[in-house]
């Protein structure tokens, strides 16, 4: 199915935050242009929640009167590339805030995770930082990343400077009863 090119791919009709998808990051023909961006066709030829979000009008599922549906079955119990753990508070909140305080928060989340992929990834955190940034209050995120910039040291490797990043993250996460693993 071919379908209309949202304005906004980085958060999904569904829920889903596909900004902070590592297969958003990835070069080459995985790479996800998220929700319906530009060549979305090609990498997801069918999606039922887009398909009739598009069909009613609407760019996000919150917005029918539906919504959640049937479609919604299960939603939060697997994963994919991307944390589905959430989904639906994610659209709530797009709902409650209103979808450009929710787009204006994301997007900062999507700064923080360039900014965690440029400078301290060695090459294997595209994952863990993705999920990190995903499953975590902005508020939390910017708390480590302020202890990110006191505590590593930019003459250190790659792998070093991964490596307190990631237990600064996992901290984070433990302290909020976050688990950083993807479901599958």
């Not at 595209?126 to 499953?135: I, M, Q, R, S, T």
């Not at 910017?142 to 250190?156: G, H, L, R, S, Y």
Request: glycine residues 8%.
């Amino acid at each position: 199915m071919e379908y209309k090119t949202r304005s906004y791919p980085l958060f999904a009709a569904c829920g889903l935050n596909c900004g902070l998808c590592p297969r958003y990051y990835t070069e080459g023909t995985s790479r996800c242009p998220g929700c319906a961006g530009e060549g979305f066709s090609e990498v997801h030829p069918a999606c039922g929640v887009l398909s009739c979000c598009q069909r009613k009008g609407m760019e996000y599922c919150f917005e029918c009167g539906e919504y959640p549906c049937e479609k919604y079955d299960g939603a939060g119990t697997s994963d994919s590339f991307v944390s589905h753990k959430n989904r639906m508070r994610d659209l709530e909140k797009a709902k409650q805030l209103g979808i450009d305080a929710y787009k204006v928060e994301l997007n900062e989340k999507v700064k923080i995770l360039e900014e965690l992929l440029e400078y301290y990834d060695d090459g294997r955190r595209k994952g863990f930082y993705c999920l990190a940034v995903n499953l975590l209050d902005l508020h939390d995120i910017k708390t480590v990343m302020e202890q990110v910039a006191v505590e590593v040291d930019p003459q250190i490797s790659a792998k070093e400077k991964a490596a307190i990043v990631v237990g600064l993250f996992q901290m984070a996460a433990d302290e909020k009863g976050i688990d950083l693993k993807l479901r599958k």
